[in-house]
Nanobody
Framework: QAQLVESGGGLVQAGDSLRLSCTASGLTFSSFVAMGWFRRNPGKEREFVAAISLTSGNTYYADSVKGRFTISRDGANDTEYLHMGSLKPEDTAVYYC???????????????????WGQGTQVTVSS
């Protein structure tokens, strides 16, 4: 059973940058076909942020973060990153790393496509 652990969250000011990391235990990244980042604010539904296909390298972004966030992975260290730039107060949320070994035909943007989830890391952007 794979376990994902996020790190790198914190309190920053609007316009700042932050990098989130996600590491896996139990399974190596070579077992995954896709990894993604989602976020949730209290009282709101989980929101897709970014995803990467580990077979093609293609990346996918929510319109709200496109051009500001970049998802990447370091295969040598089995770490996935979410580089967040030009942060806005509306980016404040708990960010979750997700991964799956099989998409089952579901789109990368769907949370249902991912089997493994981290416990989340809080990102707070002050204005």
């Amino acid at each position: 059973q794979a376990q994902l652990v996020e790190s790198g969250g914190g309190l920053v000011q609007a316009g700042d940058s932050l990098r989130l990391s996600c590491t896996a235990s139990g399974l190596t990244f070579s077992s995954f076909v896709a990894m993604g980042w989602f976020r949730r604010n209290p009282g709101k539904e989980r929101e897709f942020v970014a995803a990467i296909s580990l077979t093609s390298g293609n990346t996918y972004y929510a319109d709200s973060v496109k051009g500001r966030f970049t998802i990447s992975r370091d295969g040598a260290n089995d770490t996935e990153y979410l580089h967040m730039g030009s942060l806005k107060p509306e980016d404040t949320a708990v960010y979750y790393c997700a991964a799956t070994t099989w998409l089952a035909g579901l789109p990368f943007r769907s949370g249902s496509a991912y089997k493994y989830w981290g416990q989340g890391t809080q990102v707070t952007v002050s204005s």
